[in-house]
């Protein structure tokens, strides 16, 4: 390599360096305007979290009138539908209330509290899960014990306990699986009782929260709506399956 070319080779990798430390201070910048606004951000979310409590609650009241909200809720979900089986369904059909409560911060957790009606399966008119962030960002979660009825005596399940109470066929049918049986008190409850996250079921939480709390309404009408739908097809059908006869004197 001539001297020429070697002069030039150190002022490009001189220029190079110097435009990697360029770089690096412009980056810092748009780090430092990043979470100035994910700060922003979130006092923002923390301030609108705090009006939206008393339309939640509201809401939450008015939900809690309708029969078979709840349950018409879950299985209706894309996600939670393929989990539940008839055990979930024979319980949660006595949920009357859901309510998710972020912690003040909103970044440290939250919690999720089902209140159910008088049933055949535990004594707890309302139960817990409550998740929360450590400083070392690890998630840690509790739940309320749940008091089983009869749970020592006879270790009955939720389907060996179906009452008059059960949901209409119309909405038993929106499960997308059946995994009856597979395990004592449903996939639901097997979540909520877990405080390992071994199950597999973690998702229940984020789904809850992030999901079916925010528009619960959407869920339990696309029941009603599938329903009417279901409706109009048979009609339709009905009409097509006209008698051949009667076409026949009509041409007459």
């Known amino acids: 390599m001539?001297?020429?070319n070697t002069k030039q080779a150190k002022v490009d990798e001189f220029e190079m360096q110097k435009a990697f430390e360029v770089?690096?201070?412009v980056q810092n910048d748009i780090d430092r305007f990043n979470?100035?606004?994910s700060e922003e951000i979130l006092q923002v979310e923390q301030k609108y979290n705090k009006l939206r409590q008393p339309h939640y609650k509201k809401r939450s009241e008015l939900i809690s009138k309708i029969p078979s909200f709840w349950i018409s809720v879950f299985l209706n979900h894309p996600q939670l539908s393929s989990c539940l089986d008839q055990n979930d369904e024979n319980i949660l059909q006595h949920l009357k209330r859901v309510d998710v409560e972020e912690h003040e911060d909103i970044k440290s957790g939250y919690s999720i509290k089902f209140t159910f009606d008088k049933n055949p399966y535990f004594e707890n008119d309302s139960i817990v899960k409550e998740y929360s962030v450590t400083e070392s960002s690890e998630t840690q979660c509790k739940s309320t014990p749940i008091r089983?009825?009869?749970e020592g005596k006879?270790?009955?399940s939720a389907t060996s306990r179906k009452t008059d109470g059960d949901i209409s066929s119309s909405v038993t049918r929106k499960r997308s699986h059946d995994h009856e049986g597979s395990n004592e008190h449903g996939a639901f409850m097997t979540w909520f009782t877990d405080t390992t996250g071994e199950t597999g079921n973690e998702e229940f939480g984020e789904v809850i929260k992030d999901d079916?709390?925010?528009n619960p309404l959407q869920y339990?009408?696309?029941a009603t709506t599938n329903d009417e739908e279901e409706g109009s097809a048979g009609e339709n059908e009905e009409e097509e399956e006209e008698d051949p006869e009667e076409k026949d004197d009509e041409q007459e």
Request: charged share 15%; aromatic share 14%.
């Open 154 to 156: 006879n270790n009955q």
């Open 148 to 150: 089983w009825k009869n």
């Open 220 to 222: 339990y009408l696309a």
């Open 2 to 4: 001539s001297g020429s």
């Open 35 to 37: 979470e100035q606004a």
């Open 212 to 214: 079916i709390f925010v």
């Open 23 to 25: 770089i690096g201070d």
